[in-house]
């Protein structure tokens, strides 16, 4: 029993930023990654960035040097600062998360929190 809850989306002009947040809840044993996917009208779920238990960090070449991802591992918490925003980052951002539970690996998801990036 593991909930994901997504914060900090909003609405945004073009060169601004937003900070996303997403706090796991729940009996988890550990977390091995976390990660940020979006979705934007129309078009299929994408990775904008992961990281792992080791701190390791990737990124989608669309928003590398823009974003970056951390974690708080104290509070179950992942970050997503997002700086010079452009109109092609509005979409629904996800959290996901690959957790384990009662010695059970599973990835989970949170609902969404919508951002939108105006010209």
């Known amino acids: 029993q593991v909930q994901l809850v997504e914060s900090g989306g909003g609405l945004v002009q073009a060169g601004g930023s937003l900070r996303l947040s997403c706090a796991a809840s729940?009996?988890?044993?550990?977390?091995?990654?976390m990660a940020w996917y979006r979705q934007a009208p129309g078009k299929q779920r994408e990775l904008v960035a992961h990281?792992?238990?080791?701190?390791?960090?990737n990124y989608a070449d669309s928003v590398k040097g823009r974003f970056t991802i951390s974690r708080d591992n104290g509070k179950n918490t992942v970050y997503l600062q997002m700086n010079s925003l452009k109109p092609e980052d509005t979409a629904v951002y996800y959290c996901?998360?690959?957790?384990?539970?009662?010695?059970?690996?599973?990835?989970?998801w949170g609902q969404g929190t919508q951002v939108t990036v105006s010209s």
């Open positions: 990281i792992i238990s080791g701190n390791s960090t």
């Open positions: 996901n998360a690959l957790l384990t539970i009662q010695e059970v690996l599973r990835h989970y």
């Open positions: 729940g009996s988890i044993f550990s977390i091995k990654g």
